[in-house]
């Protein structure tokens, strides 16, 4: 079964930048939709972005145009590119996988492989 390692967190300021990587340390993520989630302290977890291995994304509302998704060729390492960070940005952010390509892509409960989860701190 494909396993997450999540890196790329950190603390920066306000209007900072963070790119988020997403490896799959066992085979690739050629048969899943991966995706991005983050939690904040109190509240539940929210989508941010998915990737299909065609090629499709999928971008949360409130985060477009400022976050983008992607995944490399070898289809091992996914991304997320964030920009002008907010202190609402503040939160644990996981990566996961979903066999079933075909799922509702904003729901957690549709992810059968989740990562560790990295930390991203924005202060103002």
């Known amino acids: 079964q494909v396993q997450l390692v999540e890196s790329g967190g950190g603390s920066v300021q306000a209007g900072g930048s963070l790119r988020l990587s997403c490896a799959a340390s066992?085979?690739?993520?050629?048969?899943?939709?991966v995706g991005w989630f983050r939690q904040a302290p109190g509240k539940k977890r929210e989508f941010l972005a998915a990737t299909w291995s065609d090629g499709v994304v999928r971008i949360a509302e409130f985060v477009k145009g400022r976050f983008t998704i992607s995944r490399d060729s070898a289809q091992i390492t996914v991304y997320l590119q964030m920009n002008r960070l907010d202190p609402e940005d503040t939160g644990v952010y996981y990566c996961?996988?979903?066999?079933?390509?075909?799922?509702?892509?904003?729901?957690?409960?549709?992810?059968?492989?989740w990562g560790q989860g990295t930390q991203v701190t924005v202060s103002s």
């Open positions: 066992r085979g690739t993520f050629s048969t899943f939709r």
């Open positions: 996961a996988a979903a066999s079933d390509v075909n799922s509702i892509y904003f729901m957690p409960e549709n992810y059968n492989y």
